[in-house]
């Protein structure tokens, strides 16, 4: 067995030496990129062929150059426009009849039944295949009537909720199936999808490689057969699990299809399925988009019913990553709610300290009057008053300056959150989505301004307790003191005892203001008290006294 598995190893590196390479995905999404941009011009060239062979029929005067020249078309429109490939088809119906040839007219109706069913369009297949008399069929009408009834039964099996209809159609598909593959050749795309399926079933993997290796070198590269066989392909890799291989394969079946103008995209919907479970949401929204300009234009029930699901999953993510920028808001609001209660706490402490000055003032102007006698030490004193005075004005500049600062940013950001507010309802209002994706997907607004919060809580910090720092380590063991940088911001260290420094104590409020959780703070400030001179348990009032001596 091992030597088996061996042999089909060797054989896979040696068939298929392009998936030995280096696979650069990135590469192949923009290939596809490039062919979904210039899709227009690929299905340009489509659109000549079907107007140079309308033109063809329009001339024509023979029955037979008729047929062959509505057969054309079908097959031109098939994978472009539903409606007229059925038209086309129905036409060649309608001629073989007027010819009198019994069995052409009954193979196009099985072809047209067939075509129904890829579509998703089960009760018109079933009118077609049941308009069709069996008694005289060639052995190909009779392969395409038991392939008719296989594929409607596979799909009806695959589509049913029932569990009962999914055993009944099951056991009719099987019974077709068997009968089919009598007539296949095995050079037949029906014989290697029909195999292919039925070894992916039985989970022989390996196998239904090899298989599909055999079927790949008999397609032409850029042909709508190598589209199918690729996606085939990407299905056996999907099945080992082999990620790399797999978004190769889809995306390389995805590039043929767009450059071939095919509208039904089977191979698009399954990247863009990938891509969504991957979490790459804004490239799946995009091939998604696509696909569905593409299914509105081909006009087949079976990709709507695909897309749907699809496109509700894209939508419950960006309504996710909608909520995640509200709930960045509100902590943003929290966090200039805090703001705004610092400043008030400054203007407090600065009241507080001129109501300190003016008792002072009283003081020493009631000791002036009693000690006379001490006039050369009360000049020395009021020199050294005045000094004071001086350093305490420039205190209070400094704090009416911060305290100006902050209340303007905290209208600033309540100004930002109310336009951000009308702006997302808005877009909500006119359900314009993508606007409102690519206005909130951006994170670097959030981190600018937790940014500019930092750095000005720092900077008013410092003018208010210059020595903050100093008084901090001493309190400290050498080994743990703490050296901040030359940029002149606070680590969070020093933010924590700062914020304590100012009354607020409680955790969870200092892990709001610093954007950590709670746990985080508490053992950043074990760690620190550990780390004390004195008493841990008496370190954080020693850390409130500093700055009033």
């Known amino acids: 067995m091992k030597l088996y598995t061996f042999i089909l190893v060797f054989l896979f590196g040696t068939i298929a030496p392009t998936e030995a390479q280096k696979i650069d995905q990135d590469s192949m999404y923009s290939v596809l990129d490039n062919a979904i941009v210039h899709s227009t011009e690929h299905l340009q060239k489509r659109i000549q062929r079907i107007h140079l062979l309308e033109s063809q029929l329009k001339n024509s005067s023979n029955i037979k150059l008729s047929y062959f020249l509505c057969y054309k078309l079908f097959q031109e429109y098939t994978p472009y426009i539903h409606e007229r490939a059925c038209f086309y088809l129905s036409q060649c119906i309608n001629l073989a009849e007027k010819m009198k040839d019994k069995q052409d007219a009954d193979i196009c109706r099985l072809r047209l039944a067939i075509y129904y069913i890829g579509a998703g369009f089960y009760k018109e297949a079933l009118y077609f295949i049941r308009q069709t008399d069996t008694t005289h069929l060639s052995p190909e009408g009779k392969g395409l ?42 050079t037949e795309d029906m014989y290697f999808e029909t195999h292919e399926l039925e070894l992916m079933s039985k989970k022989q993997n390996l196998q239904n490689l090899r298989l599909n290796t055999q079927w790949l070198h008999q397609v032409k590269k850029g042909s709508h057969r190598y589209a199918l066989v690729t996606l085939f392909r990407y299905l056996s890799y999907k ?30 919907w399954e990247l863009a399925n990938q891509l969504m479970l991957q979490g790459h949401v804004e490239r799946a929204y995009r091939y998604i988009s696509y696909l569905s300009n593409c299914s509105n234009k081909f ?23 909608s909520e995640q920028n509200s709930h960045r808001l509100i902590i943003s609001f929290s ?94 209002k006119n359900k314009q989505y993508e606007e409102l994706y690519q206005a909130t997907k951006d994170n670097s607004l959030f981190s600018n301004n937790i940014d500019i919060l930092y750095k000005s ?93």
Request: proline fraction near 1%.
């Open 145 to 186: 009537y038991l392939r008719a009834y296989y594929q409607l039964y596979n799909e009806l099996s695959y589509y049913t909720p029932n569990h009962v209809l999914k055993v009944l159609y099951d056991t009719e598909k099987t019974k077709y199936e068997k009968a089919m593959m009598t007539y296949l050749s095995r």
């Open 239 to 268: 099945a080992l699990r082999d990620t790399t291989k797999m978004m190769y394969w889809i995306t390389e079946s995805a590039i043929t299809d767009a450059r071939d103008g095919v509208m039904d995209q089977g191979s698009m």
């Open 299 to 321: 006009g087949s029930r079976q990709r709507s019913w695909q897309i749907t699901p699809l496109l509700a999953n894209l939508a419950n993510k960006y309504k996710q990553e």
């Open 335 to 428: 966090a200039l709610s805090i703001l705004f209660l610092f400043a008030l706490l400054l203007l407090g402490y600065t009241i507080k300290q001129r109501n300190r000055l003016s008792d002072a003032r009283n003081m020493l102007s009631g000791s002036n009057q009693k000690l006379y006698s001490f006039n050369q030490q009360l000049k020395q004193l009021n020199i050294q008053l005045e000094q004071s005075n001086s350093h305490l004005a420039d205190s209070n500049r400094v704090k009416e300056e911060y305290i100006g600062r902050f209340l303007e940013l905290c209208s600033l950001y309540i100004d930002k959150i109310d336009k951000i507010r009308k702006r997302t309802n808005r877009y909500i």
């Open 457 to 549: 809580f720092d900077t008013a910090f410092i003018h208010l307790f210059p020595h903050f720092i100093e008084d901090f380590n001493a309190l400290l063991k050498p080994e743990v003191r703490i050296e901040t940088s030359k940029d002149g911001h606070l680590n969070t260290t020093i933010r924590i005892f700062a914020l304590i420094r100012l009354g607020i104590t409680d955790s969870s409020k200092i892990a709001e203001f610093l954007h950590y959780s709670v746990n985080t703070i508490y053992n950043y400030r074990a760690r620190t008290k550990n780390g004390a001179i004195g008493n841990r348990e008496e370190f954080e009032d020693q850390i409130k006294e500093i700055g009033l001596k």
